[in-house]
């Protein structure tokens, strides 16, 4: 009958049941890989209900948002490691004088090396940059003082009043001689850029799209992106932290007003190791090597301890998140946080619940004013089983946070790229720079003080107060997190 209604013949109606039928295949396959390659339970469990029930809409989005491993990354890399000899180069730099001696490191930095599978060095230098003007002073001054290379990676570039003079300085350098390149995240940066990266390759640079979907098994999908923030100079001098390249980093957005955001500048062994991570990264993206540009690690009479952790979905494991796991599991009386974006799954409240029922100082610092509202409403969902036991929440006032800042305890500390969740801990190319010095962690101490004089502190009965409706938001919205 509704294939008279709508005027349907019998060829019609074969097509469509060939159509669904096909569907329900590729709904059933792909609920096969899921179960395979999805790294939760919960993940698992919830594709392959959709996949099998609705698989028209669940398909595309599953080969679109749903895979959580990178295909094709560590193969190529290892292999060309390997036939260029780049990580024994690289390891013998770090390990001849620099890498820290088994008899400096406590149980617990080991433990982080072997999360890692990177060493904490010494004989560094860092500066501890506060925000976008005195980060990008330091970036353009570092850049202007190039003799070899500068190599800069973000997941955003701007085309404004910050992406031109970061442009012009890089090709002032690119036309005396020095080898420039840029790798920017396909995903991340608008299309506006194009004009910016045409002059920059017109005067020597070279420019590449960071594209996670390259490797045939990624096709489709836009779960992999390069969210690292990283400018390298000589392989002498790195600049990592919170701060991409546009105007809003500055505090020009007029929506979200002061931005609020952390950088620190490495020289020495530290920053030899962050150039690696961009050769590696440039090498699945261009495949070219920048094995050449490797040079040998300045010392600096600072002697700051500093490991340089690159997380990416390339891993077997899930480095990010034993990483940030381990940080929270080794404080003891003081836990400070301060992310944009918190919407962790139920193993970090568990470890938070712990930190917090064992007398550690948990405190974590949202901002008040979002840039993505779905986000903001699933960190309310965690008011509630945090603050009951003592964890505080407490909002930033002053403009936009964005740092990704964490404090434990006296001397230990981290600041990089990485957000307080699921796409930062499992789908994103991430870097950290976790730092083992007391003088550093009052430095991050003192900024962090600051910060929390310009928050208010969020009640854990928000939700209760807030009513109903409110309540069905914030529960809709964690529902999204795995992909938010």
Not at 366 to 376: E, F
């Amino acid at each position: 009958m509704l294939n008279v209604l709508l005027g349907l013949g019998p060829d019609t109606n074969a097509w469509w049941l060939g159509f669904l039928l096909t569907a329900q295949v590729f709904g059933f396959v792909s609920a096969t890989q899921a179960v395979l390659e999805t790294r939760t339970s919960q993940g698992a469990i919830a594709w392959v209900i959709v996949l099998i029930s609705i698989p028209l809409i669940a398909v595309p989005a599953y080969w679109i948002f749903g895979r959580s491993h990178v295909n094709g990354y560590r193969k190529r890399r290892i292999r060309e490691q390997l036939e260029q000899r780049l990580g024994s180069k690289v390891l013998r730099s770090l390990l001849s004088d620099s890498r820290l001696r088994d008899v400096q490191l406590t149980a617990n930095l080991k433990t982080l090396e072997e999360i890692t599978g990177s060493p904490f060095t010494s004989a560094n230098q860092l500066d501890l940059l506060i925000d976008g003007e005195e980060t990008f002073k330091s970036m353009f001054a570092g850049i202007a003082l190039a003799k070899d290379h500068v190599l800069a990676s973000f997941y955003l570039m701007r085309h404004d009043e910050i992406g031109e003079p970061f442009k012009q300085a890089l090709i002032e350098r690119a036309l005396r001689g020095v080898k420039v390149c840029i790798m920017y995240d396909g995903i991340g940066t608008p299309g506006d850029a194009g004009r910016m990266f045409d002059e920059l390759r017109q005067a020597g640079a070279k420019v590449v799209a960071f594209d996670g979907s390259r490797h045939p098994g990624n096709r489709f999908s836009l779960n992999f992106r390069n969210h690292r923030k990283i400018v390298v100079v000589d392989g002498q001098c790195a600049w990592v932290g919170g701060l991409n390249i546009g105007r809003e980093y500055v505090g020009m957005d007029p929506e979200l007003g002061h931005w609020r955001d952390t950088h620190v500048c490495v020289k020495g062994p530290a920053a030899l190791a962050v150039q690696t991570v961009v050769i590696e990264d440039w090498l699945w993206a261009s495949g070219e090597s920048l094995e050449r540009l490797i040079c040998e690690p300045i010392s600096w009479e600072s002697n700051q301890s500093v490991l340089v952790a690159p997380t990416s979905p390339a891993s077997n494991i899930e480095t990010c998140t034993l990483l940030f796991m381990e940080l929270i599991r080794q404080s003891q009386h003081r836990l400070w946080i301060a992310s944009p974006y918190f919407v962790p799954d139920e193993q970090f409240v568990s470890q938070l619940q712990l930190a917090a029922i064992r007398g550690v100082d948990v405190r974590i610092m949202l901002p008040s004013r979002p840039d993505h509202r779905l986000v903001q409403l699933a960190s309310y969902a965690y008011l509630k089983p945090l603050g009951d036991v003592g964890v505080k929440f407490f909002r930033y006032t002053r403009g936009f946070l964005h740092q990704k800042v964490v404090l434990i305890d006296d001397s230990l500390s981290s600041i990089g790229s990485v957000n307080f969740d699921n796409r930062s801990f499992r789908l994103n190319f991430e870097i950290s720079i976790l730092i083992n010095d007391k003088a550093f962690a009052q430095e991050i101490s003192r900024m962090l003080e600051e910060d929390f004089q310009h928050c208010k502190p969020i009640s854990h009965n928000l939700l209760t107060q807030r009513g109903a409706m409110f309540n069905l938001a914030v529960r809709t919205a964690k529902l999204l997190a795995p992909v938010l």
